[in-house]
Every structure is written in C-alpha cells, then in structure tokens.
C-alpha cells in the first residue's frame, strides 16, 4: 500500500468531520496567529516539513511485515486519529467568548497538535523510515514555535481567561 493512503483517513477526520460539525470552525483551525520575526523561520520550517512529509509519503510504502513496528505504527496510527476525531468535536465546539477548553482542552491546550505527531509517528513506523521520522520531528520542534505564537495571540485575544486556562491545564500532556 502506498504511504500516502494513510493520509486519507486524517485529512477525512481533519476537514471533513470538522466540516460537517461546524463549516465557521475551518476557517478558524486554518488561522495562523500572527508571527514575530523570530517565528518566521520557524513557519517556513513548518510549512516545508509538512509538504516533506506529504511528498515523502506519496513515494514509499507500508512496510505490512507484521513486525514489532508495524504494530507500533498500526497503534500510534489509530491512536492519532482518534485523538484528532476527539480533538475536533471538541475544537467545533468553543465557549461563548470563542475559547476552547471543553472536553481533551481540559487535559491539553493543543491536543491537535499532539494527535498530529502521534499519529506522523505511526506512519514514520508503518513505513519504518528514519527519513520519515526526522521530517516529523522537525515539524514537532517547528510547530512548538507556531505553538508559542497562538499562545500569544490568545493571552492578546482572551486575556485573563486564557492566563487561567495556561495555568490550570498542560501545553502538550
């Protein structure tokens, strides 16, 4: 099977099951915050990991040798989905003044972000490609500077509540 197939089922969960819940909410998922100088780099960086990833999913394959990391890449897959499926009810469904910290917000600030790395994980495991791997966790250090970005324009944003939030409940987990 080629590796791109597994992009199917998050890009299906990603923007269908979002679009479905709530049309308003894409727009908002596809926001980025407002970048300083410093988190410039970082944006391309992130930008560049992602069509990385996608180009490179699109020219390998699953590696279905029902080893140890098929299994692994198998389960940190779903778990990834999953959590995204769960991130998104959650994410459609922000609070009057537009926070979301209902459902996995309550465990997580960012749990999209964490389902996305669960689940680039399992793919670089299905494929078993440290080239895979290396892409993925340059995205993961590059998203945490997006990260740090959104947190900012939400102190500007929601203020108060949202310093409150960032006490009460983890960045990642």
């Known amino acids: 099977m080629n590796g791109f197939c597994l992009l199917f089922p998050f890009f299906a969960v990603r923007f269908g099951l979002l679009s ?11 926001y980025f915050a407002p970048i300083q100088e410093r988190e410039k780099i970082a944006y ?16 390998t394959t699953v590696k279905m040798d029902f080893s140890l990391y098929f299994y692994l890449g198998l389960a940190c897959y779903f778990l990834g989905i999953i959590l995204c499926a769960v991130s998104i009810v959650c994410f459609a469904s922000p609070n009057v003044e537009g926070l979301n910290i209902n459902g996995i917000y309550q465990f997580s600030r960012n749990p999209m972000y964490v389902s996305y790395f669960i689940c680039f994980i399992g793919m670089s495991l299905l494929i078993q490609s ?10 993961q250090i590059s998203a945490h500077w997006i990260i740090l970005s959104e947190e900012r324009w939400c102190i500007e ?17």
Do not use: H
């Open 130 to 139: 440290l080239i895979l791997f290396g892409i993925v966790i340059i995205f």
């Open 20 to 30: 479905i819940i709530n049309k308003r909410a894409i727009q908002r998922a596809g």
């Open 157 to 173: 944003k929601f203020g108060k509540n949202y310093k409150e939030y960032m006490k009460k409940v983890r960045r990642y987990i």
């Open 44 to 59: 391309y960086i992130y930008q560049a990991a992602n069509i990385g990833l996608f180009l490179y999913l699109l020219v």
